[in-house]
């Protein structure tokens, strides 16, 4: 992320996290000054594809979204998230 989008992010109260090499470095930059900052973790329940991506450096494939099964564990995840945080 630029460092225009890291201002931008850093007063979101939620972030949908995939694995992506960049996510620990910029949660950890972003939850320092955001107590209410929370992280919902996608890959949870998604049967991840093993192997080399050729956009990515590690050893599963986080296209998660190419299939409408996974998606649709994601979908429910991003549900349960935004849920949990806004209740109502």
């Known amino acids: 992320p630029t460092p225009k989008d890291m201002i931008r992010a850093a007063k ?3 972030w949908f ?3 992506e090499t960049f996510e620990k470095k910029a949660i950890n930059a972003i939850s ?3 107590e209410k900052f929370r992280t919902v973790d996608l890959t949870r329940g998604v049967d991840l594809i ?3 991506c050729h956009c990515h450096r590690h050893a ?3 296209h998660l979204w190419l299939s409408p099964k996974e998606l649709k564990v994601q979908a429910e995840t991003i549900a349960e998230g935004l849920q949990a945080l806004f209740p109502e």
């Open 12 to 14: 979101a109260s939620l």
């Open 17 to 19: 996290t995939l694995g």
């Open 60 to 62: 599963t494939d986080l």
């Open 32 to 34: 320092a000054n955001n």
């Open 50 to 52: 093993q192997g080399n």
